[in-house]
């Protein structure tokens, strides 16, 4: 008995150490560096997302890109309680992206599209803030995805 048990601890743990599981590096993914960014659009949200991709972008790679990037974004009432105040806001980022290889010359476009709501606090201060982050993340995630695309398009060609 204490021998099968023995054994069957044994063979669980020879599994579970060599499943081969390896994290990746996010300097491996972007294997590309950025020449330009032309933005249009939100001023702020697009000045985040460029910091955001130059930093995250590899300069010893060999592939030069170009990125023209539009945001645009917008505010609506998502919920409002029975003496018709708000009590919700929806923000909705989109970007549209074209990214332009200067060796190969081809082109990849792409659109992103984020979405995320905030309650109204009841100071507007608060609610100021709430938006504030809310916009940070989104356009945190708006950026995770432009690099993930561009990295992954990249590979195929």
């Known amino acids: 008995m204490k021998k099968k048990f023995l054994f069957s601890i044994l063979i669980i743990l020879f599994l579970t150490n060599n499943c081969g599981f390896k994290i990746v590096k996010k300097s491996e993914i972007y294997n590309f560096d950025i020449n330009e ?12 997302i460029k910091n955001n991709l130059i930093f995250n972008s590899n300069n010893s790679e060999k592939k030069l890109v170009d990125i023209y990037l539009e945001t645009k974004k917008s505010k609506e009432v998502k919920e409002k309680n029975i003496n018709n105040e708000i009590t919700k806001y ?3 980022i989109t970007s549209t992206i074209k990214v332009k290889e200067l060796i190969s010359g081809n082109v ?4 992103i599209e984020k979405t995320g709501d905030y309650s109204v606090a009841s100071q507007y201060s608060q609610t100021l ?4 982050k809310l916009i940070d993340d989104l356009t945190n995630d708006v950026t995770e995805d432009i690099l993930l695309q561009i990295a992954l398009k990249l590979d195929d060609l």
Not at 108 to 111: D, E, L, P, V
Request: glycine share 4%; proline share 0%.
């Open 129 to 132: 803030t709430k938006e504030k």
């Open 108 to 111: 990849i476009s792409f659109t």
């Open 37 to 48: 960014i032309i933005t249009s659009g939100d001023n702020r949200i697009n000045f985040k």
């Open 90 to 92: 929806q923000i909705i």
